[in-house]
Nanobody, 124 residues
Framework: QVRLVESGGGLVQVGGSLRLTCTAS????????MAWFRQAPGKEAEFVAS????????DYEDSVKGRFTISRDNPINTAYLQMNGLKPEDTAVYYC?????????????????RGQGTQVTVSS
């Protein structure tokens, strides 16, 4: 049973930084495409970023390009999302997701596994 656990969320001021961590267990992490999604109250879950198993074609949603960086450390089954220059509109619950496929559509429903989420709140 694959399990994903997010951590690192919190309250930060505009312009601040946070690093989210996703720790995986119960599956071959190094084979997964890993992704981050976020969901603000009353909205659909939104794609943020994804990274394939071989650190190849990393993909970012346009609004986070240049501010967020997704990375992974396969030997310790962990993925990260470094978030800099945070804005109030980044406020959401952030979810880590994993999938067996090398290429996955930008929809959380397409991913095989997801975590419980971690809250990020950016105050102005």
């Amino acid at each position: 049973q694959v399990r994903l656990v997010e951590s690192g969320g919190g309250l930060v001021q505009v312009g601040g930084s946070l690093r989210l961590t996703c720790t995986a267990s119960g599956g071959p992490f190094s084979y997964f495409t890993m992704a981050w999604f976020r969901q603000a109250p009353g909205k659909e879950a939104e794609f943020v970023a994804s990274i394939p198993w071989n650190h190849g074609s990393i993909d970012y949603e346009d609004s986070v390009k240049g501010r967020f960086t997704i990375s992974r450390d396969n030997p310790i089954n962990t993925a990260y999302l470094q978030m800099n220059g945070l804005k109030p509109e980044d406020t959401a619950v952030y979810y880590c997701a994993a999938d067996w496929s090398a290429v996955v559509p930008r929809s959380i429903r397409e991913y095989d596994y997801r975590g419980q989420g971690t809250q990020v709140t950016v105050s102005s």
